[in-house]
């Protein structure tokens, strides 16, 4: 049988045929039936570009009906779809295409020079474009080319997905998702939470990145539900929508927003069935707030890019404020010693490792660093800390490795540390994260300037801007004369995290 996740996806669509699929609020979107003639006349726009099996589509644009369309028309043509972060800059971009090597470079309309630039110089074939309302060179091909009704045959364990992590070393890796790492997951998520046709989701998150695409849109997809597609979060909007959905995914900063909002009621929300929390930790406090503002208990869950979805709170039963949950079906976990990998007593501290359908795998012509994170066992390292407390929930309880969350979007201190490092003047630079009460944490950095240097904190900020994403620069700069250091010659963060940690409170 063909194993292309798309197969699964057009027999739904299929059934699910009068049915919408993708609403917007200005009366936009797509029924299940049209979605799917859509996929086939994408599918011919796609071999017209010349995008053959195998081939990776990079895609940049806006949030649109139309960009769920073209990864659906990718998957069903055996392609590799790549979606990057509306953020990243020109020299970001340049990275992911050069490395990712991909056929084809789907950009917004308006970014179409520059986007032809970055591709000629890394070698990418065919640049086409993308706009908000559907509009773009890209639509265009579709109304001209000869539409596909075949879905290409896949095995499960061909790619169905990159998906860019930034890493420690400062260098993005690209996690490779096969067709049964998303299919599976998918499946294992519409049972544990239930999802079903009546459904409509609101749909407020980006779609380059797990949550907002695979999560969110895979889930719906399986379940012939359906989705009101938001352009971005906007509290106004979600108050005015509550009433007409049944589901919600956030991450924190959501919650946190909504529960300063005095238009949080149990009328509000009665017609709501279901709240998820992920990418971030959702603290105690938002939980039981929420909790007592509305009646719902938001149902936490962590994943990652490399493992989708790996452990829940349970639908039915008690939702636990401050904890993940137990591991969905078919995910096994271990929390094991730093030192010895050995698992550790029940109880104790240690690091998460996560085995299952669901896990990649490995990072795209890295086989070293898949290596190191990617067991033999099959067993991948995840890098958080965690523990499982007496009634088997998992808590998450730090990190491991270097990395700062800010408003669901990760940031690797090392990636900004080492743009900072190139201003003339700078000696050396630590970035952080403290605790920030809309974005969970906030990127801060600490920097050495060369002695008898001076720099202020604007000159710093101004050189990151087109270097680095929005999300990534930091939201304060300090200076110091030097950066703590144990004997070891490592940068010791706690101490600057202690120091600087009132700064955005
Ligand atoms: C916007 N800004 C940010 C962030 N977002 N700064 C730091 N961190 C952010 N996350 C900047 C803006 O550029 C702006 O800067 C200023 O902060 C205020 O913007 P605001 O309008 O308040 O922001 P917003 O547009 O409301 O966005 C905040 C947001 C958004 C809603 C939290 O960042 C968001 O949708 N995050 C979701 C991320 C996500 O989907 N993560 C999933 C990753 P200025 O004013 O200077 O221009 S997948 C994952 O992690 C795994 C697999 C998992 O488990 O899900
Ligand atoms: P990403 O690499 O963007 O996929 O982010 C994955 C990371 O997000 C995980 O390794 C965790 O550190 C963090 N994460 C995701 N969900 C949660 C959660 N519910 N609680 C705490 N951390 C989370």
Redesign the pocket.
């Known amino acids: 049988m063909n194993q292309n996740l798309f197969h699964t996806f057009a027999q739904r669509m299929r059934e699910r045929g009068d049915a919408d699929f993708i609403t917007t609020r200005q009366g936009t979107g797509y029924r299940y039936a049209e979605a799917l003639a859509a996929t086939e006349r994408l599918a011919g726009a796609l071999t017209a570009l010349g995008v053959t099996p195998g081939d990776r589509v990079a895609v940049q644009v806006d949030k649109s009906p139309e960009t769920i369309l073209l990864y659906l028309a990718t998957l069903r043509i055996g392609g590799v779809y790549l979606p990057l972060n509306t ?1 990243y800059t020109g020299d970001e971009i340049h990275y992911f295409l050069a490395d990712a090597e991909p056929a084809l470079f789907v950009c917004r309309p308006e970014n179409l020079d520059t986007a032809r630039g970055i591709a000629a110089d890394t070698g990418c074939p065919q640049v086409a474009t993308l706009g908000i309302q559907g509009d773009g060179s890209l639509m265009e091909e579709a109304e001209r080319a000869t539409p596909r009704d075949d879905i290409v045959e896949r095995d499960a364990n061909d790619l169905a997905a990159i998906l860019y992590t930034s890493g420690t070393t400062g260098r993005s890796k690209g996690a490779m998702l096969t067709h049964r790492n998303l299919g599976s997951n998918a499946a294992t998520l519409v049972e544990a939470w239930h999802f079903n046709e009546q459904d409509r989701l609101i749909h ?3 779609i ?5 695409l ?2 969110a849109c895979n889930v719906t997809l399986m379940a012939g539900s359906s989705m009101l597609f938001l352009a ?3 509290a106004d909007v979600i108050f005015e929508e509550m009433p007409h959905g049944t589901v919600m995914m ?2 924190p ?2 919650y946190t ?1 909504l529960v300063q909002d005095p238009r949080l009621t149990p009328e509000v929300t009665a017609n709501m069935r279901l709240f998820v929390s ?3 930790p959702l603290t105690a406090e938002t939980h039981q707030e929420f909790e007592a503002k509305t009646g719902h208990a938001i149902l936490e ?5 490399e ?3 790996n452990l829940s709170n349970p639908y039915d039963g008690a939702r636990r404020a401050g904890t993940v949950g137990m591991p969905l079906s078919g995910v096994e976990y271990r929390i094991t010693d730093r030192e010895s990998g050995e698992p550790v007593p029940e109880g104790e501290i240690g690091i998460l490792q996560i085995r299952g359908p669901n896990v990649f795998v490995g990072y795209w012509r890295m086989p070293e660093k898949t290596r190191e994170e990617l067991l033999e066992d099959g067993f991948f390292i995840t890098g958080d800390l965690a523990m499982v407390d007496e009634r088997g929930y998992i808590h998450i309880v730090g990190r491991d490795k270097d990395l700062v ?7 690797y201190p090392k990636e900004v540390e080492q743009v900072i490092d190139e201003l003339e003047g700078v000696n050396e630079s630590a970035v952080i994260g403290l605790p920030h009460p ?2 969970g944490e ?2 801060t950095a600490v920097v050495v300037p060369q002695p008898g240097v001076t720099l202020s904190e604007q000159q710093v900020l101004d050189f990151l801007q087109g270097q680095l994403a ?4 930091p ?1 304060r700069v300090f200076f110091a004369d030097s950066l703590p250091r144990n004997t070891m010659g490592k940068v010791q963060k706690n101490q600057l995290r202690d120091k600087y940690r009132d700064t955005y409170r």
């Open positions: 953020g407020a998150l980006p380059f990145h797990t949550h907002g695979f999560v971005k979060f906007d956030g991450v900063t959501f927003r992920g990418s971030a869950r962590y994943g990652m890019t493992t989708n979805m969350i800010s408003g669901g979007y990760n940031v809309d974005f906030g990127v929005k999300y990534k620069q939201k």
